[in-house]
C-alpha cells in the first residue's frame, strides 16, 4: 500500500474568518476535497479532516480548529495517530512577504513570523517542515499586518485568488505524486497570477 501523506491548510475557525488572507490554507484544502470527491466529516485532535486517496495515494486532509496560532499540537497528533513521517507533510498557509497570486514550496526554513508555522515548529521541534506559502501581499501605507491578515479578499482581488487557489491545488497533486523537488521546479518558477 503506497504511503500516507498529510495535507494541511492554516485558518482560523468560524465563519467570521472563511474569507479572511489568513484562511488561503483552508481555501486551498476545500478546493483539494471538491476535486478530490472528499468532505471534512471527521473531527479528531481538534481538527477537522477528510481521508481519502489521490490517483492510488492514501491521504488526508487536515484542516486544525484551534486559532492559527495553536495548529501545532493538532498537526502533531494527526502525524502520530495515522503513522506519517514528517517528509510527507504538507502545510499551506499565508504569506504577506510574496506578492498576491505567487505560491512557493520549500521543504524546510524559518516561520517567516507566521504564528502558525511558529507553533507547528515548536510542537514538531524541526523546521524541517515541507510548505506551501500562499503569496497575499503585503499590507498598504501604514496598516498593521495582523489586521490586514483578517481582512477579507477584495472584489478586484477574488480572480486572482481563485486562480492562485486552483494553482495551488495542482501543487500539492504534484507534491504528493512527483514529490517536493520535481513540485518546486513546477510551481516555484515563472510568474505570479497576478502578473
Known sequence: MPDKY?????????????????NVGFMTLDRLAQELGLAFTRRQSDALYAAGRMGDIPLVLAKPQRYMNRSGRPVASLLKFHEIPLARLLVIFDELDLPLGTIRLRPEGGTSGHHGMES?????????????????????????????VLQDFGADEKPIVEATIAR????????????????????NAGTSEAD
Open 168 to 187: 495551488a491545488a495542482e501543487a500539492v497533486e504534484a507534491f504528493v505524486k512527483e514529490g517536493i523537488v520535481a513540485a518546486m521546479n513546477r510551481f
Open 6 to 22: 498529510l495535507i494541511v491548510g492554516l485558518g482560523n475557525p468560524g465563519r467570521e474568518y472563511r474569507e479572511n488572507r489568513h
Open 120 to 148: 507547528i515548529v515548536e510542537a514538531l521541534g524541526t523546521q524541517i517542515v515541507p510548505r506551501l506559502r500562499f503569496g497575499i501581499g503585503r499590507p498598504p501605507g501604514r496598516m498593521d499586518g495582523a489586521a490586514y
